[in-house]
């Protein structure tokens, strides 16, 4: 009996340990999201790589790609270091909708229907993150601290959005670190006749780089220059009513006097003493 258990003993213990590992490295189904799969640091080959680069984590890699999302999922568990929520249909980042993921190091938001980012989109993620995609989105406006956040750790990739370049866009962009240049040399300004030289291509729109203005003080000279306009416009009204009013003034006395001038004289009495100079 004990030659018959032999052979079958490895086999055995070999599927043992294969459930031990997948009981190990799968999360129970409670933690993770709906459409989601959630896998532990390590079991894929990417998630093996970035294992090995940083040894000391041992959390969640959270996939919710492709999965017709139209928000970002509420449950996410709080020990994922990689999260993916590339191709979707989310339109938008609540504030703090990242707040309880201490450990992300990668977010995938691209290829998503993203219109603008808030100054709070990111937070919570300022010690962690590493890596931050939003290419491929609908992104033309952003908050001008919403990066600032980030203190510059980690590689924003901005790619592919329409892109309004104004002074929040500049503040927002100029608070990065060094290594994230690259990120502004492909932010394309959409849109902005007045930003965009004679010879730039009007599909693509102009390279925030190729901008050689500061875009706070054109905002607030555009803005003084409004103010001006409409000053003068108000002084111009008051001006005509002056004017108009004086004139209006003349006319009636004008047309007063020609009234008077117009009455027939009073007619003498006859027992009324002649004038001293008839008289002489």
Not at 40 to 56: E, F, K
Request: contains cysteine.
């Amino acid at each position: 009996m004990s030659a018959l258990w032999r052979p079958l003993s490895l086999p055995m213990c070999l599927a043992l340990q294969s459930l031990a590992l997948m009981a190990l490295c799968l999360p129970p189904a409670s933690m993770c999201p709906k459409g989601c799969s959630c896998l532990r640091a390590g079991t894929d080959a990417h998630a093996h790589a970035h294992a090995h680069a940083h040894p000391h984590l041992h959390g969640l890699n959270v996939t919710c790609s492709q999965s017709r999302l139209k928000e970002i999922p509420r449950d996410l568990p709080p020990e994922t270091v990689l999260l993916r929520l590339d191709r979707n249909h989310i339109s938008a980042i609540p504030e703090r909708a990242f707040a309880g993921l201490r450990l992300l190091r990668e977010l995938n938001l691209s290829s998503n229907a993203l219109e603008t980012l808030g100054e709070g989109a990111f937070s919570g993620l300022e010690a962690s993150l590493q890596l931050l995609d939003l290419s491929h989105n609908r992104i033309s406006s952003v908050h001008k601290d919403a990066f600032a956040r980030l203190k510059g750790r980690a590689r924003v990739l901005v790619e592919d959005n329409p892109w309004h370049c104004d002074c929040a866009l500049q503040q927002a962009l100029g608070g990065m670190a060094a290594h994230n240049h690259e990120a502004a040399t492909r932010v394309l300004c959409s849109g902005q006749e007045l930003l965009r030289p004679a010879d730039a291509d009007a599909e693509d729109g102009q390279p925030y780089m190729a901008v050689d203005a500061d875009l706070c003080n054109l905002a607030k000279r555009t803005t003084d220059y409004a103010m001006l306009v409409t000053m003068f416009g108000w002084f111009a009204m008051v001006i005509s009513y002056v004017v108009y009013y004086v004139r209006q003034n003349q006319e009636d006395a004008r047309r007063h006097l020609e009234y008077l001038k117009s009455l027939p004289s009073k007619p003498k009495k006859p027992d009324e003493p002649e004038d001293i100079s008839t008289v002489v």
